[in-house]
């Protein structure tokens, strides 16, 4: 009777607490912490997770337009930080470690005799993420960027620089130190990859899709109750 009971307080802990928010028809499981400003320009795909205090900041809120897109199936970790220029646009089954930043806007600095902080931001830079890439504790991506598909970023890594597809780059600035090679099967030295082989967008996220693993909305926070 006890298990019970507490079973039954579980769910109603996690019912009252629980935010869950409804895009075109599917679940997107987000932590009661986390800030929008823009929330009308940002597009979150089915079945992701967006951890604690997470801030999603939207620049060029007037046009009717996603500036920041989230693909399916995706985990943001805790205390991750959005700052859209042109847009930020991440594909399907990332997962980002806690304290990472999407830095695609800031401040200009054309006039040195202004305050920085009354200069404006700059709303030029698109980061494009590819399907399936992991982004280690502490990863910013700043400007201009995009990341292939099946990359890893290590942890405390800066990207200034495009990454190309199935690779594992690290340091400040990031740099590949390794590639998937798919006619060995195996992550090779950079000099020893063969390009050619690497499968496109559609079989690629086929591929994943065969796999899935669904993420537990647990994972988003606090707000979803404890895990036992």
Same mark, same amino acid.
């Given at each position: ?18 935010? &869950?928010?409804?895009? /075109? ?33 939207? =620049?060029?809120?007037?046009? =009717? ?22 847009? &930020?646009?991440?594909?399907?089954? @990332?997962?980002?470690?806690? /304290? ?24 030029? !830079? ?5 399907? =399936?890439?992991?982004?280690? !504790? ?10 292939? /598909?099946?990359? &890893? ?15 594992? @780059?690290?340091?400040?600035? !990031? ?30 996220? @086929? ?7 669904? &993420? ?13």
């Amino acid at each position: 009777m006890r298990d019970l009971i507490r079973k039954i307080v579980l769910r109603l802990n996690y019912m009252i607490k629980a935010k &869950i928010v409804h895009r /075109n028809n599917s679940n997107v499981y987000i932590s009661s912490s986390v800030n929008f400003i823009g929330k009308q320009r940002v597009k979150i795909g089915s079945g992701s997770v967006i951890g604690d205090d997470s801030w999603f900041n939207v =620049n060029k809120r007037e046009l =009717n337009k996603t500036r920041i897109s989230i693909g399916r199936n995706s985990y943001i970790g805790k205390r991750n930080f959005f700052s859209s220029g042109k847009s &930020i646009n991440i594909g399907e089954y @990332a997962m980002t470690g806690i /304290n990472c930043s999407f830095l695609g806007s800031d401040h200009k600095i054309d006039d040195p005799f202004k305050p920085y902080i009354s200069t404006g931001v700059t709303d030029d !830079a698109e980061i494009n993420i590819g399907i =399936n890439v992991w982004l280690g !504790a502490n990863v910013t991506i700043l400007g201009d960027v995009s990341i292939g /598909n099946g990359c &890893i970023i290590g942890a405390n890594s800066l990207v200034l620089n495009n990454i190309p597809e199935f690779s594992i @780059a690290v340091g400040n600035p !990031a740099k590949v130190i390794k590639r998937y090679d798919f006619k060995t099967k195996a992550w090779v030295k950079p000099e020893f990859y063969e390009e050619g082989y690497a499968p496109d967008d559609k079989k690629y996220l @086929a591929i994943l899709e065969s796999r899935e693993i669904k &993420i537990p909305k647990l994972a988003a926070g606090s707000s979803y109750s404890n895990l036992y």
